[in-house]
């Protein structure tokens, strides 16, 4: 706290609990109250002080490494995962969510009238704007994490709403915002009984896609909800899923995949979807991940960064 707030940081808190009441794998989450002379409604304010743990970038950085190096020398994984890729993309995403500044902007984008901040059914937490790289302050809510929920205690209305409105969210984020929130942990998802909103509070894994990538994927979407095999293969390459040279059985599975995975929206779909226990979706993703042996033995390149 003192090596990013400074030496009189404390002095910004009415109130601060050196205890953490919640903790992730880069940092800890202790409870505050902000002091009226700097908080943003000019009153003390309750809060959430998001602190990472010292020096867990370069630690991240080395232990990633290290797994390349054993996973690498005993020949563990397969040609078609692209391991070097692979570590790379994850060691820039991870440096991503240990940057504090980048999430508290996705907060602020997020929580303005263009995106949610008109919309009643969601709350997005305001970003003190004394937050630094490694320390992010920010409003404290107190809604329940839809995982931990008691679902037994809530309406059939409550659970349809809650569903509804994070499928929505996630099309909106793909296809309006083109700026998506990937960390699909349910402790970022929180049910506000009282207010009837979803809170959402962790924006470290956020991701931004150009308009013609997302372009190009609901072209390919469509085209696997129609079950259009050629038009499959031919987004996917636009894409870059596929480099044209593949042989039969590496399209076959990656154009079954797609086309399973697109069931919820064909126009023979029953709706409202069923993707409980026990349903339709459950065998569709058992069947999917038959597929994936297949596809780490026969791809030809790495999918694209930006999934």
């Known amino acids: 706290m003192t090596s990013s707030l400074g030496p009189n940081w404390a002095e910004n808190f009415q109130s601060f609990e050196r205890l953490p009441f919640a903790a992730a794998s880069i940092g800890q989450v202790h409870g505050a109250v902000l002091a009226a002379s700097v ?180 072209r390919l979407l469509q085209a696997a909800a129609s079950e259009d095999r050629e038009s499959c293969i031919e987004w996917s390459l636009k894409l870059g899923y596929l480099t044209g040279k593949e042989n039969q059985v590496m399209l076959d599975a990656h154009v079954n995949s797609i086309i399973l995975l697109a069931t919820p929206f064909k126009a023979s779909t029953p709706q409202p979807f069923d993707f409980g226990p026990g349903s339709t979706w459950s065998s569709i993703t058992a069947e999917i991940r038959a597929q994936i042996p297949v596809m780490l033995m026969h791809r030809l390149t790495p999918p694209p960064r930006e999934t």
């Not at 490494?65 to 820039?92: C, E, H, M, N």
């Not at 969601?122 to 994490?145: A, C, D, I």
């Not at 209305?157 to 960390?183: G, V």
């Not at 009282?194 to 470290?204: A, I, M, Q």
């Open 39 to 218: 908080s943003p409604t000019g009153r003390p304010e309750p809060v959430a002080v998001k602190i990472q743990f010292p020096n867990i970038v370069n630690s991240i950085d080395s232990d990633l490494s290290y797994i390349k190096v054993l996973l690498t020398a005993g020949r563990l994984l397969p040609k078609g995962l692209f391991l070097d890729r692979s570590v790379q993309v994850l060691k820039d995403e991870l440096a991503d969510e240990c940057d504090y500044t980048r999430e508290g902007s996705f907060l602020a984008k997020f929580g303005s009238p263009g995106y949610l901040g008109g919309d009643p059914r969601f709350k997005v937490p305001w970003v003190w704007e004394g937050s630094t790289k490694s320390v992010l302050v920010m409003e404290r809510v107190h809604g329940t994490s839809v995982g931990d929920a008691d679902i037994s205690g809530m309406t059939k209305q409550d659970r349809d709403d809650i569903a509804s409105w994070i499928l929505e969210l996630c099309l909106k984020e793909l296809f309006e915002f083109r700026i998506m929130q990937t960390d699909p942990n349910w402790s970022n998802f929180l049910w506000n009984a009282n207010t009837r909103r979803v809170e959402l509070v962790d924006f470290g894994a956020t991701r931004e896609y150009s308009k013609e990538f997302m372009d190009n994927w609901l």
